[in-house]
């Protein structure tokens, strides 16, 4: 079965996380989650939802300082990890290798098993220290995707602009191709 792991962190964006979760259980994949508290807030000013509703959407779902779960070790195998979205302050943390939580431990993880990391980066603009650590990730194997909305099929919903996303997504995590027929909600 393919895996993939699904992290939630502070930044604005829980959508992105809600859908992919959402698209992976339509085709198969066995997904993993682990919300920071700060991405849980999000996910509840977004979307209205709390933890437990979350974490229904996953297959498993793990608390950020469990860094005994499976995903921190390299002998579970997964396909990806996609952190959606990340935040400025995750981004550091796994730019430079502090897996101080699971989630960044998984990313961790994931970079040194040489397996995809994709971190949907949000912050607007960008300084310094931010486009240094996604040079830094990028550099070790990572890859940044800031989920920046493509207007040139003319999106009518915001949501349309999501699901286009989550398809880049998971078609760089080596999971599914596009399928815009397919989408279907958040």
């Given amino acids: 079965m393919t895996r993939l792991v699904v992290g939630l962190t502070g930044a604005t964006g829980a959508a992105y996380a809600l859908r992919l979760l959402r698209r992976s259980r339509e085709l198969g994949v066995e997904t993993h989650l682990i919300a920071t508290p700060a991405g849980i807030l999000n996910a509840h000013h977004e979307l209205g939802l709390d933890r437990s509703t979350l974490e229904a959407e996953a297959d498993h779902a793990y608390a950020p300082g469990d860094v005994g779960a499976c ?13 959606a979205p990340c935040s ?18 998984a990313a961790d993880v994931t970079l040194k098993e040489r397996r995809r ?3 949907m980066v949000r912050e607007t ?27 040139y099929h003319r999106p009518k919903s915001i949501e349309e602009m999501v699901n286009e996303t989550v ?20």
């Fill in 71 to 83: 995903i921190a070790s390299g002998s579970f195998s997964t396909a990806a990890m996609v952190v």
């Fill in 88 to 105: 400025m302050k995750s981004l550091a943390a796994i730019a430079h290798g502090l897996g101080d939580n699971l989630l960044t431990r």
């Fill in 117 to 119: 990391l994709i971190l």
């Fill in 125 to 151: 603009p960008f300084n310094l220290a931010h486009l240094r650590n996604m040079v830094a990730v990028t550099e070790m194997g990572g890859i940044c995707f800031p989920p920046l909305p493509a207007f």
């Fill in 167 to 186: 398809e880049r997504v998971l078609e760089l995590a080596g999971i599914a191709s596009a399928r815009p027929q397919a989408w279907t909600g958040l």
